[in-house]
């Protein structure tokens, strides 16, 4: 769980850091609607930022379903096994989860 919040806290900071310098770098004369070569180029300060909100948003759905997973063959998962196999299902289930 901490290496979460420390992945997720170096990632705020440098997209914190890149919108900062996306403000900085880009025109406000770029903001016009006819201006549309102007507003291509000023989106590209801003591809590390979505690239990093997008890691995120995949390593957290990945941790999610991890957990899901974990928690339906813990809980759920004896129901789906024949009866003649829940003997090995259990021993499956020390030595992958070992809690």
């Known amino acids: ?3 979460v919040i420390g992945y997720v806290t170096v990632s705020v900071v440098i997209m914190v850091f890149l919108w900062i310098q996306y403000f900085i770098l880009v025109p406000h004369s770029s903001y016009e ?3 549309f ?3 291509v180029v000023g989106i590209i300060p801003l591809v590390p930022f979505i690239i990093m909100l997008s ?3 995949f390593y957290l ?3 999610l379903y991890k957990r899901f997973t974990k928690w339906f063959e813990l809980n759920w998962g004896w129901f ?3 009866g ?3 003997d090995a299902w259990s021993r499956h289930l020390r030595e ?3 809690d």
Do not use: A, S, T, V
């Open 1 to 3: 769980m901490f290496e």
């Open 61 to 63: 759905m990945e941790m």
């Open 55 to 57: 890691l995120i948003f």
């Open 96 to 98: 992958k989860y070992k």
């Open 37 to 39: 070569i102007g507003r």
């Open 33 to 35: 609607r006819g201006n």
């Open 84 to 86: 003649r196999k829940r």
């Open 80 to 82: 789906f096994i024949n």
